[in-house]
């Protein structure tokens, strides 16, 4: 599993919500939270992973997915989805779980994505940091689109 642990001040949840779900509509929002990141739709992203050897397209879904480990309970915002390769949609990549627990000041942020047993321990070590980049950019963002409005 790679994790990140995120603080966020300077944002409440109800405003950031409602930015994350425009900003997820965004290609070029999408694209610039992670260097990785190389195509993006609403649906599909192409991205740099490292056990494929290449940029690989994968499509996500938010629909019916299983929390994979217990869930924290004072988190108790949670963002879940799934990721598939699109040559071979039957095939689950990972899953996100991210958790959010709104603190008097912004956010704690729980990010996780779980890969199968199978994955490289590189490519998932590797993805702790692409976690970190791509919220930390996300919320930096968020947090400017706010001061602008």
Same mark, same amino acid.
């Given at each position: 599993m790679a994790r990140a642990h995120l603080v966020v001040t300077g944002i409440n949840w109800r405003s950031a919500y409602q930015l994350i779900k425009k900003a997820f509509s965004?290609? #070029?929002?999408?694209?610039?939270?992670?260097?990785?990141? &190389?195509? =993006?739709?609403?649906?599909?992203? /192409?991205e740099i992973m490292g056990m494929y050897?290449?940029?690989?397209?994968?499509k996500g879904t938010l629909l019916n997915v299983p929390h994979p480990e217990p869930v924290k309970k004072?988190?108790?915002?949670?963002?879940?989805?799934t990721s598939?390769?699109?040559a071979h949609p039957n095939i689950t990549n990972?899953?996100?779980?991210? #958790?959010?627990?709104?603190?008097?000041?912004?956010?704690? &942020?729980? =990010?996780?994505?779980?890969?199968? /047993?199978?994955a490289p321990q590189e490519l998932v070590d590797g993805h702790s940091l692409h976690l970190a980049i791509e919220m930390s950019n996300l919320f930096s963002n968020i947090i400017e689109r706010q001061q602008n409005n």
């Open positions: 965004l290609k #070029q929002t999408l694209l610039s939270i992670e260097p990785d990141h &190389i195509d =993006a739709s609403g649906v599909t992203v /192409t050897g290449k940029p690989t397209a994968m004072d988190h108790y915002l949670r963002l879940l989805g598939h390769l699109v990972a899953i996100a779980m991210h #958790q959010i627990k709104p603190t008097k000041n912004g956010l704690d &942020i729980l =990010a996780g994505a779980y890969f199968p /047993t199978a």
